[in-house]
């Protein structure tokens, strides 16, 4: 599998991203009740225990849990099951246009890959945040801005872009306008990938985190349009390769938390030759030549700064950094926060690439068990740990249950996991038609 990886050209490297947008257009067409809380930000089993996990799982109790259920309305949630019931297809007028450059909003993420590095740097794209950044009720888009290659391959970033929506033209359609150095968003000290937006200091304006290689940045937002960067003041230090993050109360003071899900551990001393296949040409390595990077959680203290409580929280691997282990954890591309389990305090589930899937129960505390392995939203529907990366929640099929959805690599089936009973925290993954 690794090897098709290989081989796959670089202009489709990054058609999972698309694969997620159609696969949430298509889970929020039918999610017309969603009973729950959702924060989202918003990123190939080593097969030798493949059929040993998934013995595992069904003998764990997710066939039980249809039993102790408290929905009283559990259901396998298949299309198949769906086609049984004989209901018409469930379909949708929609239709969407790209209107970017006609809004204004001209811009374009940029990794590098002209100097011929062939990093694996390069092949996670950039994400986007959806914030009214200036209270006017209209939406505004920021967008990273990547990265790219200095001379004697120094790593560097590019500046991301700040789109305000401004008046409706007459004709109804938006038009967007650049503001990204009015704002002082144009900082750009480190290659990034992912931003999440979110009130962090409880002022009313929604603040930017932007992730990246080499650090973070947190753009307070000062309530007059402007931005001021302050991630290491506010105490996030954190400098692993970070790819996504979401924010969330996680121990219920009130208080926005952080969650940042880390890559792997490359850099231009850790960067082997792979190649295409039998030829000679390099291509980008897989992810299974490097170590996993542990995830970060920080609590938010109500000053304004955040401390590091991923060990107290309970994360995998953060107290065993280099373990041996790593190869085969943790290489975290995304990840979503919501009650998964409805007791009223957010969850977490976390996408990893080419290794099991985390699903952390909240304790109600903002500490956790990692449940992934034994709820069955760990692996796929054929126990592959699939290269994940983007993630959703909704209640597909109604039952008042939320269910997970997860974009994987291209080659890999989208993967849906139906809750089947929040009792026993059961779900299993299908795979969509
Ligand atoms: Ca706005
Ligand atoms: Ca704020
Ligand atoms: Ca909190
Ligand atoms: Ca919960």
């Known amino acids: 599998m690794d090897a098709d990886r290989q081989r796959i050209p670089d202009s489709n490297r990054r058609k999972v991203a698309t694969s997620l947008k159609d696969a949430s257009i298509k889970l929020r067409?039918?999610?017309?009740r969603i009973p729950f809380r959702r924060h989202v930000s918003a990123g190939r089993l080593f097969s030798p225990y493949a059929g040993f996990a998934l013995l595992l799982l069904w003998s764990?109790?997710?066939?039980?849990?249809?039993?102790?259920?408290?929905?009283?309305k559990v259901t396998g949630a298949s299309a198949a099951d769906a086609k049984s019931t004989g209901d018409p297809p469930r379909q949708t007028l929609a239709?969407?246009?790209?209107?970017?450059?006609?809004?204004?909003?001209?811009?374009?993420?940029?990794?590098?890959?002209?100097?011929?590095?062939?990093?694996?740097?390069?092949?996670l794209g950039g994400g986007v945040a959806l914030f009214d950044f200036d209270g006017d009720g209209a939406l505004d888009i920021f967008l990273p801005g990547g990265g790219k290659y200095g001379p004697k391959n120094e790593i560097l970033g590019r500046a991301g872009a700040l789109f305000r929506n401004g008046p409706a033209r007459p004709d109804g359609t938006r038009s967007f306008q650049e503001v990204t150095t009015l704002a002082g968003v144009e900082q750009a000290p480190y290659y990034s990938h992912g931003t999440a937006a979110g009130d962090y200091d409880g002022d009313g304006f929604p603040d930017l985190l932007v992730t990246g290689y080499g650090g973070l940045l947190l753009f307070q937002n000062q309530g007059d349009g402007s931005f001021?960067?302050?991630?290491?003041?506010?105490?996030?230090?954190?400098?692993?390769?970070?790819?996504?993050?979401?924010?969330?109360?996680?121990?219920?003071?009130?208080?926005?938390?952080?969650?940042?899900?880390?890559?792997?551990?490359?850099?231009?001393?850790?960067?082997?030759?792979?190649s295409a296949g039998q030829e000679k040409q390099r291509e980008v390595c897989p992810p299974k030549m490097f170590e996993g990077l542990p995830d970060v959680l920080y609590f938010?203290?109500?000053?304004?700064?955040?401390?590091?409580?991923?060990?107290?929280?309970?994360?995998?691997?953060?107290?065993?950094?280099?373990?041996?282990?790593?190869?085969?954890?943790?290489?975290?591309?995304?990840?979503?926060?919501?009650?998964?389990?409805?007791?009223?305090?957010?969850?977490?589930y976390v996408a990893n690439d080419t290794v099991p899937k985390f699903l952390y129960r909240n304790k109600g505390n903002g500490t956790f068990d990692e449940v992934a392995w034994q709820s069955g939203a760990a692996l796929s529907d054929?126990?592959?740990?699939?290269?994940?990366?983007?993630?959703?929640?909704?209640?597909?099929?109604?039952?008042?249950?939320?269910?997970?959805?997860?974009?994987?690599?291209?080659r890999e089936s989208l993967a849906l996991y139906p809750t089947k009973g929040i009792a026993s925290f059961c779900m299993s993954a299908v795979r969509p038609e």
Request: charged letters at 20%; aromatic letters at 10%; a negative charge.
């Open 29 to 32: 067409q039918n999610s017309k």
């Open 60 to 72: 764990a109790g997710c066939h039980d849990a249809e039993s102790t259920g408290n929905s009283g």
């Open 382 to 410: 054929v126990a592959t740990a699939d290269g994940s990366m983007g993630l959703d929640i909704g209640d597909f099929n109604l039952d008042g249950l939320p269910d997970l959805w997860v974009a994987n690599y291209e």
């Open 228 to 274: 001021v960067e302050l991630a290491h003041a506010a105490g996030l230090t954190d400098t692993f390769w970070s790819s996504s993050a979401a924010w969330g109360d996680l121990n219920g003071d009130g208080i926005l938390d952080l969650y940042v899900a880390h890559y792997v551990n490359w850099s231009f001393s850790n960067h082997p030759f792979c």
């Open 300 to 348: 938010g203290l109500g000053d304004g700064t955040f401390r590091d409580g991923s060990s107290e929280a309970g994360l995998v691997n953060v107290d065993n950094p280099s373990g041996d282990s790593l190869i085969n954890s943790d290489k975290s591309l995304g990840v979503l926060l919501a009650d998964v389990d409805l007791d009223g305090d957010l969850d977490i």
């Open 95 to 123: 239709r969407f246009a790209d209107v970017a450059q006609a809004s204004g909003v001209k811009f374009e993420y940029r990794d590098g890959q002209e100097a011929g590095n062939y990093a694996i740097l390069e092949s």
